[in-house]
């Protein structure tokens, strides 16, 4: 595409007469734009009647609808939120001899300084303008995490009425981007854009259209590798790898060396690495480990959840693990999903290789070498960039098929944020696709109970959890740790708010240099760190919910449960599985 082709693609979008915003169309009949330019006029998608929609190009006006919304209608204070995309129908036939040029989007994110071209329909220019000047600046998480991924692109004005217009860039010939908000009308510091690749998880359909060679060249490059992977032992899988291990380790070091007297590393890396991976399959396995109940029983529970075919209403799905664990929930669920002798594409998720490695291995017995081509993925599920990667690889893999995302075991429970997490996982989504959580959850009345709070302290402080929470740090320094010494180790329990009225019971497992003496340890060897006397270093949290909080969390990050099921675990505790999709999407 060139920028008289841009020209081509874009339209004006008037409501009620009234100049809106701008669209571009992505096949003959479909435009797509924000969804505030259609929709901050009627409300919402269901007021859609109340309201005639027109898209102008030239002198051609022609009716439009409103197929889908996403979100359907605003938050409470007006914005729209992630990822603010319409999709317009024509319903009637177009003019004799008008042929509308389509957008061949490009799902690749712009290189830092790329230039960008922009046509569209700003307030002072109704009729059309455009700027060649823009230069991608890099990717933003927009007001708040929650609002998922834009680009960030400046060098020209952005004014009222450009938003839902195309962005091309310039060194691919592809529109990347669609324009949402300026980040001020009044100079130069350019906009904010809702990338490519977010318009298509929606309208997978879309790849196929116009231009996406770059598509299918990467659909021939996964069958040869599925062509290969046959003709090979099936220990062997596909793995993508997204994090940068080094980055990682300078992350604890900084928190090992930091004076503050109380620093937190994160959950995380007491997963992570082959001693972590060795010493929490020992304490998963460990008859007084109050989890393996869960472990146990809750496949079966999951289950009985996950009846795909009559619940996504598709014959082919895609299940995404975001957290293998030790695989035997997932083998449950894909055993299920295999009775029906329909394909499965299966992407386990971790932070940790050796845990995808093992994890998969346990899936692969339980299945008896069934799987069909399972896709691992070494990516950070807590970040909405690593996030989005991940459906994006699950998304090319499958060719747009519904989705089944999980987080089994403890994994929401053993994450930083669960709200971030949660809202990471649900910009991800599609409306068709599904989310099954596990979660512990106390009684209301647990939450206070002293009994409660010593049996979870006692938990954390047994000799087999101190030797997983301690792996990661045992495995990257040289710091001498006696783990029988009581004075090195503290859990403490209390409650904490992770959102305002909503509460949950926090166990923090603390490290402790109780001498007087500065310790010293080394990463990797090499830089020497310091461990001040007194210093305590958080290394796990590990969360308790109630019913109601749970419920908060899914509500506050736009999630809809379906359905749940729960199975007491001990007294006053018990494991919940919650079925859930993007609110306000229709199955």
Known sequence: MDEQDLRDCTVRIDI?????????????????????????????????????????????????????????????????????????????????????????LDSATPARGDILSVFGHPDF?????????????????????????????????????????????QRTGRVCAMMKQTRDKASDLGGLAVPAQSILWHRPDLQRGDGHAINRGFDERAQRIHELRVEIEDRWAL??????????????????????PRTVISTKFAYWGPMPTYNWVQTCNDPAYSMLPTIRAGGECAKRLTNLRSTLKRTRATFVSLGIGDGRKDATILQRLYATGEPIVYCPVELS??????????????????????????????SDSGMAEIALIAHRVDNGEPKLYSLLG???????????????????????????VEAWCLDDAAMRDTEVRASIRDEYLSHAFRLFALSGLSQNTDLQINFDDDRAFEVEVDEVEVLPDCRVLAADWYYINYTETRKVAKVLGVNRYHLNPGKQLRIVRSMRFTASSLDRLFLAAGLEKIESQSFALMPKTRSQFSVLRVAGATQ
Not at 141 to 167: C, E, M, W, Y
Not at 241 to 250: I, K, N, P, V
Not at 410 to 436: G, Q, V, W, Y
């Open 410 to 436: 403890n994994t929401l429970s053993n994450t930083d944020d669960p709200f971030e997490t949660l809202c990471h996982i649900k910009n991800a989504m599609r409306p068709e696709d599904l989310l099954l």
């Open 353 to 382: 290789l050796e845990m995808l490695w093992q994890g998969r291995q346990a899936v692969r017995d339980a299945l008896e070498n069934r799987l069909d081509m399972p896709v691992a993925i070494q990516r950070d599920i807590e």
């Open 16 to 104: 009620d007469g009234r100049q809106s915003g701008t669209g571009f169309f992505v096949s003959d009949k479909t435009i797509v734009t924000c969804a505030h330019v259609v929709l901050a006029h009627s409300g919402e998608v269901e007021d859609r009647a109340t309201s005639s929609v027109t898209v102008v190009q030239g002198e051609r006006r022609i009716a439009a609808k409103v197929d889908v919304a996403y979100p359907a209608q605003p938050a409470n204070n007006g914005h729209y939120g992630y990822p603010d995309i319409a999709f317009l129908q024509i319903e009637a036939q177009l003019p004799d001899g008008f042929s509308p040029r389509t957008a061949a």
């Open 125 to 169: 220019f109704p009729n059309g303008d455009s700027s060649s000047l823009l230069a991608f600046e890099g990717i933003t998480n927009g007001s708040s995490s929650r609002d998922g991924l834009l680009f960030k692109v400046n060098g020209a004005q952005v004014r009222p009425g450009i938003s839902g217009a195309p962005v091309l860039n």
């Open 239 to 260: 793995t993508f790898l997204g994090e940068d291990e080094l980055s990682l380790l300078t992350h604890i070091a900084k928190q090992i060396d930091s004076r503050e």
